[in-house]
């Protein structure tokens, strides 16, 4: 069973920082495209950041310049690094992974990824 776990997540004052880990299990093999997603009550699940074959990023507008997706190639572990923190990031983060993604599309469908984590919580106070 493929399992993707999160960790990371807190609670931090506006213009702080956090790093959000994300560790499959479950399978050897890489994979090509990894993600994190957000998601907060009443509202749709939506794309944050993006990797595709380790190289190619790709980030939701609201989050350009104080979001970096990067990915441990010989861990295969998946990171965010997030800074300058607002409110509007306050939401449960979710990792999520897929052989091949449709990265060039924005936002990048939710529906590629079949493989999800449990997610992170992630409070941002103003």
Do not use: H
């Not at 950041?49 to 190639?73: H, L, W």
């Not at 409110?87 to 091949?100: F, S």
């Not at 469908?109 to 409070?123: A, I, K, L, N, Y």
């Amino acid at each position: 069973e493929v399992r993707l776990v999160e960790s990371g997540g807190g609670s931090v004052q506006s213009g702080g920082s956090l790093r959000l880990s994300c560790a499959p299990s479950g399978y050897s093999d890489t994979k090509n495209c990894m993600g994190w997603f957000r998601q907060v009550p009443g509202k749709e699940r939506e794309g944050v950041a993006v990797i595709s074959d380790y190289t190619i990023t790709k980030y939701a507008d609201s989050v350009k310049g104080r979001f970096t997706i990067s990915q441990d190639n010989a861990k295969n572990i998946l990171y965010l690094e997030m800074n300058n923190l607002k409110p509007e990031d306050t939401g449960m983060y979710y990792c999520a992974a897929a052989d091949r993604c449709q990265w060039w599309l924005q936002p990048v469908p939710t529906s590629d990824f079949r493989d999800w984590g449990q997610g992170t919580q992630v409070t941002v106070s103003s």
